[in-house]
């Protein structure tokens, strides 16, 4: 599986925005570049995916680098309750809707200062 | 909806004994999983499956059965429980052409 690293930890302010990097220089055509969260005592929750174009929801937005090896989720005015750790996962498209084998690394912990 | 639930949310055993943390799900998803964290980790992918009557293992399955009856159950069972098995341990489900996967809150497990 094509592997990300992350910054172990990263600190914000209320109110200002947070870009979160993903570095995936070994990532593949056929993977979707996933983000998912994990407040305090909480399962993970699902956060933004995408493929090549850039993505925006309510919670987020996921800016993709041209050639893929990176990528950077955008929140764009922090909150206390977006305090949390940020996982960057590759999916790999080709297996289908069977793959479960979300390999989750030690993710970016998000400090957020009030 | 309830989503992903899960129990107990705490227990605390002893070596050698076994239990079972129950999962369930009423989103009518095909595919559910568990997961276990340890301190400072990432989550570790124990057991899957894609529908009723089919489970397969993940990256850590060694102490863990499964087994899946129907669509919205996903137990997961410890045999004879060791320290090295005191984790958090997460459920989890996605529908089978989706992306997005739901978590459970977690169960804590102590073994002493």
């Known amino acids: 599986d094509a592997k990300t690293t992350q910054p172990n930890s990263m600190e914000s302010n209320e109110e200002e925005p947070v870009h979160l990097p993903c570095n995936h220089s070994?990532?593949?055509?056929?993977?979707?570049i996933h983000w998912y969260r994990q407040l305090p005592s909480q399962g993970p929750e699902y956060v933004i995916h995408?493929?090549?174009s850039n993505v925006n929801n309510r919670m987020a937005s996921l800016a993709i680098a041209e050639d893929r090896k990176s990528s950077t989720l955008i929140l764009h005015r922090a909150t206390l309750r977006d305090a949390a750790v940020y996982y960057c996962?590759?999916?790999?498209?080709?297996?289908?809707?069977?793959?479960?084998?979300?390999?989750f690394g030690k993710g970016t912990l998000l400090t957020v200062n009030p | 909806n309830a989503g992903v639930t899960q129990t107990p949310k705490f227990q605390v055993l002893k070596t050698g004994q076994s239990m079972t943390l129950q999962c369930a799900q009423d989103?009518?998803?095909?595919?559910m999983s568990w997961y276990r964290q340890d301190p400072g980790m990432g989550l570790r992918l124990i057991h899957y499956s894609v529908g009723a009557g089919i489970t397969d293992q993940g990256e850590v399955p060694n102490g863990y059965n499964v087994s899946r009856s129907t669509t919205e159950d996903f137990p997961l069972r410890l045999l004879s429980a060791a320290p090295s098995q005191t984790s958090v341990y997460f459920c989890?489900?996605?529908?089978?052409?989706?992306?997005?996967?739901?978590f459970g809150e977690g169960s804590w497990l102590t073994v002493v």
């Open positions: 070994t990532i593949s055509g056929t993977d979707y």
């Open positions: 989890a489900s996605k529908i089978g052409s989706g992306n997005t996967i739901y």
């Open positions: 989103m009518n998803h095909e595919y």
């Open positions: 996962i590759l999916r790999d498209r080709a297996s289908g809707g069977s793959n479960y084998k979300l390999t």
């Open positions: 995408g493929l090549t």
